[in-house]
């Protein structure tokens, strides 16, 4: 029986980074998927604006050092925006320690610049499904990165944030802050994904949080010693 919706339409991306190349082999990579279409390519961070215009994208796979307008930057203008797609932070770790700074600008998560091309395909669905593509391992190396003096004030912050929380609430928090999907925290809470959603939703607002991501990274901060 044929579904009565009808398909579902592609997931749009728009492509961000100085490198020709590096926007070439992506639009080339996520092409081969069938689910996903690179709507766009642009340079430079201060063209992306026009280009969410232009074409509507779903996510935007980000660049964070450009020649222009960087990627941290931009991705805080577009966060801002009415109804906006989501960021992935495309870098090299060990270079470029801002990547830090641009979570918490509302990037939904980063991948490595060798990332499998299979990864960075399940980094695009992930986020346009709602769970960060961010791995707990690199979180824990970022905040390292941090200044002692500004990782103790980020941590008084966060355990004030966690502390305006129900009990339940907490709970669900520590889950997203674990890297659980909400399947699985539904699961061990006893709860329905809804409610879990339901949570979530309530938690970023209580919490003043763009997205699951920057909870993950309260949560980080809130347990670090």
Known sequence: MADVNG????????????????????????????DLQ????????????????????????????????????????LRRRPNPPEVIILT??????????ALREG??????????PEGIVDAVRRVVGGEPALSPSVTRRLIAHLVPEE???????????????????????????????????????HMSVGTVKSYISRILTKASLDNRVQLALVVHEAEAP
Request: hydrophobic share 50%.
């Open 7 to 34: 398909p579902r339409p592609p997931i749009r991306v728009l492509i961000v980074d100085d490198d020709a190349l590096v926007r070439a082999g992506l639009t080339l990579m996520l092409g081969g998927a069938a």
């Open 38 to 77: 690179v709507v766009a390519g642009v340079a430079d961070g201060g063209e992306v604006q026009a280009a969410v215009d232009a074409h509507a994208p779903d996510v935007v796979l980000m660049d964070i050092r450009m020649s222009g307008l960087d990627g941290i930057e931009a991705t805080r203008r």
């Open 92 to 101: 090299t770790f060990d270079a470029d320690d801002h990547v830090f700074r």
């Open 107 to 116: 990037a939904s998560g980063f991948l490595l610049k060798d990332t499998p």
């Open 151 to 189: 990782e103790s004030r980020r941590r008084a912050d966060a355990r004030r944030v966690l502390a305006r929380l129900s009990a339940r609430e907490r709970e669900v928090a520590l889950a997203v802050g674990q890297g659980k999907p909400n399947a699985l925290i539904a699961a061990e809470l």
